[in-house]
């Protein structure tokens, strides 16, 4: 095609020892700081790389040390609160000498292939965001290369998980509306997502303990904005009979804000929402959203830290680390109306 060029190549070693006039093992020895090159040749040759724009190959050399130092990284691609560990991740690993590569999961893609796409990739070790992947298949994929699941509890001796105390998030949501004066509170569950029965049972444990009236009420919900309007719609009759709501995450509870704000439902005069993450959705300002806020950047780090520890140091046995969660209270949760 007219016009048409062929995209810059990159400049190999054999570039570089050409510019310099030198060979290409002295080129070698002084890219690797090896001894065997004067101080004036290194400061020559690697001027000259500077100006060719040389950079030596780390994934081959890694590759040669039959290492790839690389970590992967499942996530659900719609999932706020996914993109907030991928960036805690990032700032954990790049900083330890470990390189991230990330895999998405979508309805086009599923997550068997996000993870095969990893292991193709030659990650040395998967951390796995709210998996729903099968326990058994986790445990087989952890004979192969180290596992963390985030955010999901896993009950196998091969798989580490790194997770919110679920028990201690519900209570601090429950005893935020309770000591606002609401006794007739919802929950609005999380359906098949991974983590749901945990954070269900932690809300039936935190609204006994709080001794809402029934235990709470229990109605469908889900993982996304699509299932927090759908909430809205039974909630709506209810209005009178309940007065505030704590959602599965806060997707859901977006969901649930934005269609009662399009129905005149004003959020908190006439009914309380409260999400659970802390995601950036949360945050935007015109939601502003009260929330269980998980602590992604600590979730990540632990994660990070526990493939650190299987892959340089060889530790064994299998973790299971709970995170603190904190209450973030903003401006959707007030007292109920008379």
Do not use: W
């Not at 954990?92 to 996000?114: C, K, Q």
């Not at 099968?134 to 985030?150: S, W």
């Amino acid at each position: 095609m007219a016009g048409s060029a062929d995209p810059p190549r990159r400049p190999t070693l054999t570039d570089l020892a050409a510019a310099a006039g030198i060979s290409v093992a002295l080129a070698s020895i002084v890219m690797r700081e090896a001894p065997g090159a004067s101080q004036a040749t290194r400061s020559r040759v690697k001027a000259i790389a500077d100006d060719l724009g040389y950079r030596p190959d780390q994934r081959a050399k890694l590759l040669r040390q039959n290492r790839s130092r690389l970590i992967g990284v499942s996530f659900e691609v719609p999932q706020a609160f996914h993109g907030d560990l991928v960036e805690g991740i990032y700032a954990a690993a790049e900083p330890a000498g470990y390189a991230v590569t990330l895999s998405g999961i979508s309805p086009g893609r599923p997550e068997a292939r996000a993870i095969a796409a990893l292991q193709d990739d030659r990650c040395e070790a998967l951390i796995l965001l709210g998996p729903r992947t099968p326990t058994a298949r986790l445990t087989e994929l952890a004979r192969r290369q180290p596992i963390v699941v985030l955010a999901r509890a896993v009950r196998s001796p091969a798989v580490d998980c790194v997770r919110v105390d679920d028990g201690i998030g519900m209570d601090l949501a429950v005893a935020h509306l309770a000591g606002l004066g609401h006794r007739r509170v919802a929950y609005l569950d999380g359906g098949t997502t991974p983590g749901a029965r945990e954070r269900l049972r932690a809300f039936r444990a935190a609204a006994a303990r709080h001794a809402l009236p029934g235990g709470g009420m229990v109605l469908p919900g889900g993982p996304t904005e699509e299932d927090g309007a759908a909430a809205a719609e039974l909630l709506r009759p209810r209005l009178g009979e309940l007065t505030a709501a704590i959602a599965f995450n806060d997707r859901c509870a977006t969901g649930l804000l934005d269609t009662f704000q399009k129905a005149g439902v004003f959020v908190p005069q006439d009914f309380s929402i409260v999400g659970y993450d802390d995601s950036r959705l949360s945050r935007i300002s015109y939601r502003n959203l009260t929330t269980v806020g998980q602590n992604p950047a600590q979730l990540a780090r632990l994660a990070v830290d526990r493939v650190i520890d299987r892959l340089d140091h060889g530790a064994g046995g299998r973790l299971d680390q709970l995170v603190r969660p904190t209450l973030q209270v903003r401006g959707t949760t007030g007292p109920p109306r008379d």
